[in-house]
């Protein structure tokens, strides 16, 4: 290792001297060195060494790359579901900011069976916040049953201002619901509740759970009914996973919920195996269907072969040997494949090292990737993580890996500037920082345009862009201003 544990907590402890001393030592608590005991399921030794404090509120002043209650009920959980309208009840901004930004890709003639292309915004205005919007909403809803037909129903994303004057969305989406015919789902997600958009989430599955789940029937069921849960089909990541799950003979009766279908998910109910890919923003509606119906779920992780295999393996362990030797005939299926592309771009990657910050499952999850180039991680953390994550992601780094949960921009500026990667994998906000820095960089939370990442179709895809970005001639011609001087 390049530098110390020792060193690298002097490092840490350096650069925090900036900020005020009272605010140097709550942000100390969110920047830590992993060290041994390595972390191990049910040990009591793994929770002393996974102290960092995480899921608190950003610090005013400091600057932060979270995203609000809105974000994570609007941009994650609800938006990417395709045959819904989902109404951004609020001024405009909140939904032309999160309109089309995380490449949900769906199925579907848009405008007919897929609504996630749009953007639809009750478009509130000074009157409207003196007289309230109830009058405005349910004549919103009857233009959207006039031109979309076809919908299925429809969602309204609460902004800021609604709470703030006390809108009754819940008497107008009854009001609606009886008169269009269709579900209409309040979804209070202003945007000032909660610490992070992970209480958007939360407040998105408390929706879906009583306005959605259990409302349907399958036609028939199957021993070999799964649901994907917390997938949001960035790039085509789901349309990898399903192809896989497929194969090995199960059938996926529901996606949650990119390139979802509200008709779909009111049947998982019925679902043998919940599988959850983003753990943080979906493990509340898998906890309850596991309480509610008796359906057991479990994460699996499709980043690179060496994690796609294990998956494989785990979930046909839940299933019977028909499942076991499909799973195995699947393994042995994209082997070579697999190998050819680590024969291609291991000896272009081996030794690079990489920075992660990123949200939801990606800090962790795509490590296993990495480490399949022969990469390594030398920093990771997340923008709203909470206990769990860093409890899970702490068996998944080495010793003197640096973890940090909501850092700031100057934060990550001085650790790139210490650690040194070879690449920063993080999101819009830091790209173009890291870029005229000099440092190769991939926008890790929609795969810089590019996809999918996930399952046997995704990795040879993830191999070739992170060649391209870390080898390109490019960095040679690039040069920090300071490096200029």
């Not at 509200?262 to 509340?284: A, F």
């Not at 294990?310 to 362990?317: L, N, P, T, V």
């Not at 999918?452 to 960095?475: E, L, Q």
Request: proline share 5%.
């Amino acid at each position: 290792m390049k530098n110390t544990i020792e060193e690298r907590k002097a490092t840490v402890a350096s650069l925090l001297k900036v900020y005020p001393e009272k605010t140097a030592k709550k942000r100390a608590r969110h920047i830590i060195v992993k060290e041994t005991p390595s972390c191990e399921s049910g040990d009591e030794a793994c929770k002393s060494s996974c102290p960092i404090k995480s899921n608190v509120k950003s610090i005013p002043g400091v600057m932060t790359a979270r995203g609000c209650a809105y974000a994570g009920s609007k941009g994650v959980v609800w938006g990417p579901v395709r045959d819904c309208v989902h109404l951004s009840h609020g001024p405009v901004g909140c939904g032309y900011y999160s309109w089309s930004t995380r490449r949900n890709l769906a199925q579907g003639k848009p405008g007919v069976d897929n609504f996630v292309p749009f953007q639809f915004t009750s478009d509130f205005q000074e009157r409207d916040i003196v007289y309230g919007g109830a009058q405005k909403l349910e004549q919103i809803g009857r233009e959207i049953r006039q031109l979309f037909p076809e919908a299925k129903g429809i969602t309204i994303q609460s902004e800021c201002p609604i709470g703030l004057i006390g809108d009754d969305i819940e008497a107008s989406a009854r009001t609606m619901t009886e008169e269009l015919k269709v579900p209409v789902i309040p979804v209070r997600c202003e945007g000032f509740r909660g610490v992070s958009q992970s209480l958007g989430h939360h407040i998105a599955n408390d929706t879906v759970r009583d306005y959605v789940l259990g409302k349907g029937e399958l036609a028939e069921s199957t021993p070999y009914d799964v649901a994907v849960i917390g997938d949001y089909n960035i790039g085509g990541d789901a349309w990898a996973s399903v192809k896989i799950l497929e194969e090995m003979g199960l059938r996926v009766i529901a996606l949650w919920s990119g390139d979802g279908e509200i008709e779909t998910m009111k049947v998982t109910h019925k679902s043998k195996l919940n599988l959850i890919h983003c753990y943080r923003s979906m493990n509340y509606i898998a906890r309850h269907m596991e309480e509610a119906y008796g359906i057991p779920w479990m994460e699996y992780n499709f980043f690179g072969p060496t994690k796609i295999e294990a998956s494989i393996r785990a979930i046909a362990a839940r299933f019977d040997d028909s499942i076991r030797k499909k799973g195995e005939a699947v393994i042995e299926k994209y082997r070579a494949s697999m190998d050819s592309v680590i024969e291609k771009y291991r000896p272009r990657l081996e030794g690079k090292k990489v920075m992660l910050y990123v949200g939801g499952l990606r800090p962790r999850h795509i490590i296993g990737a990495y480490e399949d180039l022969g990469m390594e991680v030398i920093g990771t953390g997340y923008e709203f993580g909470h206990a769990d994550d860093y409890q899970r992601t702490m068996n998944h780094v080495k010793d003197g890996t640096v973890i940090y949960d909501d850092v700031t921009q100057y934060e990550m500026d001085e650790l790139v500037k210490y650690l040194k990667p070879d690449l920063v994998g993080s999101g819009i906000k830091e790209k173009y920082v890291f870029q005229k820095m000099g440092i190769p960089f991939r926008q890790m939370h929609s795969w810089d345009y590019s996809g999918p990442y996930h399952g046997y179709d995704g990795f040879p895809i993830f191999a070739r862009d992170m060649d391209m970005a870390v080898n390109s001639p490019t960095w040679k011609l690039v040069k920090a201003p300071w490096e200029k001087a």
